[in-house]
Nanobody, 126 residues
Framework: QVLLVESGGGLVQAGDSLTLSCRAS????????AGWFRQPPGKERDFVAA????????YYVHGTRGRFAISRDNAKNEVYLQMNNLKPEDTATYYC???????????????????WGKGTLVTVSS
């Protein structure tokens, strides 16, 4: 059983930057693709970004490309989401997730992910 723990959320102002981290334990992290999702207050959970096992292929939802960057460190069992120029509409609980099958990673479907963290809240004030 893989355990995921997110960190790095908080309250920031519009235009600020923030880096989220997600640490995995209990499994072979390098054997999984990783993704970030977010759920704004009162709304559905949506795909944000994903990265393949080897860290070479990355996918982003429209609207975050150019502002957000996903990366991973397989030696540390961690995946990161660097967020720049944050906007109030980025306010959400951010979740990391791992997927054993990365063949459909670009579709951003949460049903493709096997393990989930509990989330970290990011609040962006205007």
């Amino acid at each position: 059983q893989v355990l995921l723990v997110e960190s790095g959320g908080g309250l920031v102002q519009a235009g600020d930057s923030l880096t989220l981290s997600c640490r995995a334990s209990g499994g072979a992290f390098a054997a999984y693709a990783a993704g970030w999702f977010r759920q704004p207050p009162g709304k559905e959970r949506d795909f944000v970004a994903a990265i393949k096992k080897n860290g070479m292929n990355k996918y982003y939802v429209h609207g975050t490309r150019g502002r957000f960057a996903i990366s991973r460190d397989n030696a540390k069992n961690e995946v990161y989401l660097q967020m720049n120029n944050l906007k109030p509409e980025d306010t959400a609980t951010y979740y990391c997730a791992l997927a054993a099958d990365e063949s459909k990673l670009g579709f951003g479907l949460d049903s493709d992910y096997d393990y989930w963290g509990k989330g970290t809240l990011v609040t962006v004030s205007s």
